[in-house]
Nanobody, 120 residues
């Protein structure tokens, strides 16, 4: 079994900062790309940021310059540092990882989601 466990969400005022963490555990052989998605009420889930195992990053235009994704491969953990938060960043944030398990092909796994609420 593989689990992704997120932490760090909560309520923050506009202009503030939060740091999300997501740790993968289980019988993991390797982790390819990791990323963060979000889904606001009434909207589709969207990619916020992703990072490859080699450290190449990709960001949604709406968060460029404000959010930073990073990972520590030795800890199977990905982070999302969110600065200058805006009301529009309010959403449930989901961690995603493409994980290869022992004797299995790589598959996508999702965390349970964590609420981020920005008050205006």
């Amino acid at each position: 079994q593989v689990q992704l466990v997120e932490s760090g969400g909560g309520l923050v005022q506009a202009g503030g900062s939060l740091r999300l963490s997501c740790a993968a555990s289980g019988r993991i052989l390797s982790i390819n790309a990791m990323g963060w998605y979000r889904q606001a009420p009434g909207k589709q889930r969207e990619l916020v940021a992703s990072i490859t195992s080699g450290g190449t990053t990709n960001y949604a235009d709406s968060v460029k310059g404000r959010f930073t994704i990073s990972r520590v491969n030795a800890k199977n953990t990905v982070y999302l540092q969110m600065n200058s938060l805006e009301f529009e960043d309010t959403a449930v944030y989901y961690c995603n990882a493409n994980i290869r398990r022992w004797a299995a092909a790589a598959s996508d796994y999702w965390g349970q989601g964590i609420q981020v609420t920005v008050s205006s």
